[in-house]
């Protein structure tokens, strides 16, 4: 089956760093890339779809310059937190829709094993 | 976009078949139904989607209701590894491939 990897699996940082974190779909192209959010015992939160080649959409309330999204291949996604504080801690999961698919309604996405961010 | 409705939690014995039910009264004709789960600490996982026939693959089988309002994620034979976050989503065409996902149920597996 398809799979979807993230770097690194879990970050700790200080406050006012910033961090970058990288999806990557490993044996298949991905048209479009969707990053989440999720907090303790919450649902997934989407923050933002990324296309390649082309600015990421972000969903309402989500700070598009305080999350970085840059999808500069068909494989690889990119998700930097800038300035991050506490309230940015979360668990972070990225997806990825099979180019070859792409366009309906019935095509799987993929899921990244997520990434663990503490920030300090 | 088109909300879905799900117990919080549910509880199954081992073996036993696990019927977990999802509520979308206001789906829309072209809304598919799509399950994903998400095991503790991981990324969700497809399970199964349909749009109108009952859907059956390896690892579950839908039910969905003849008017569609409905629909029931069925897991003929429970194992631990089953406890999971269930989730029920609905996708349309005006989406752009986006997944919204709900609260889910949690599914708990006693041995």
């Known amino acids: 089956g398809a799979v979807v990897s993230q770097h690194p699996s879990r970050v700790i940082c200080k406050s006012g760093t910033s961090v970058k974190i990288e999806c990557r779909s490993l044996?298949?192209?991905?048209?479009?890339m969707f990053w989440y959010r999720q907090f303790p015992k919450q649902s997934l939160m989407l923050m933002a779809t990324?296309?390649?080649?082309?600015?990421?959409?972000?969903e309402q309330g989500v700070e598009k310059d305080k999350f970085l999204i840059n999808h500069a291949s068909l494989t690889l996604s990119t998700l930097t937190v800038t300035s991050a504080h506490p309230e940015d801690s979360s668990f972070y999961i990225c997806?990825?829709?099979?180019?070859?698919?792409?366009?309906?309604?019935?095509?799987?996405?993929?899921f990244g094993p997520g990434t663990r961010l503490t920030v300090l | 976009d088109a909300k879905t409705t799900q117990p919080n939690s549910m509880e199954s014995n081992e073996e036993e078949p696990v019927h977990l039910p999802c509520n979308h009264s206001?789906?829309?004709?072209?809304?598919?139904i799509h399950w994903y789960r998400q095991l503790p600490s991981q990324g969700p996982e497809y399970v199964i989607h349909?749009?109108?026939s009952n859907v059956n693959n390896r690892m579950a089988s839908l039910a969905i209701a003849e008017d569609r309002k409905s629909s029931t994620l069925i897991l003929h034979r429970a194992t631990l590894r089953d406890a999971a976050v269930y989730y029920c989503?609905?996708?349309?065409?005006?989406?752009?491939?986006?997944?919204?996902f709900g609260q889910g149920t949690e599914l708990s597996v006693k041995p």
């Open positions: 997806s990825a829709r099979d180019k070859g698919l792409a366009g309906g309604l019935t095509d799987t996405q993929y």
């Open positions: 044996d298949f192209q991905a048209t479009t």
């Open positions: 990324s296309n390649e080649g082309s600015k990421a959409t972000y």
């Open positions: 206001t789906i829309s004709g072209t809304d598919y």
């Open positions: 349909g749009l109108t």
């Open positions: 989503i609905l996708r349309g065409y005006n989406q752009g491939g986006k997944l919204i």
